[in-house]
């Protein structure tokens, strides 16, 4: 029997949302509990800027002009 999840198909922008959104909530969570200039501060905030990147591209490739 095949493997059901492997039957899933999902447009290109929903991926860019989720993963977007994933990594924008770990990065704000990195960035509060970590101390101001650790480097898991800097990797939250790194986190932060991939996720808002992630979103606007997925948001972006469903708006038509």
Known sequence: MK???????????????????????????AAELAAFGTIAWVVGLA?????IAGLSVGIHSEIEY
């Not at 999902?10 to 949302?17: A, D, H, L, R, T």
Request: aromatic share 10%; net charge neutral; hydrophobic share 55%.
């Open 3 to 29: 493997d059901r999840l492997s039957d899933i198909r999902m447009e290109p922008f929903v991926k860019y949302i989720v993963a977007g959104g994933l990594a924008l909530v770990a990065g704000l969570w």
């Open 47 to 51: 986190l932060v800027v991939s996720g």
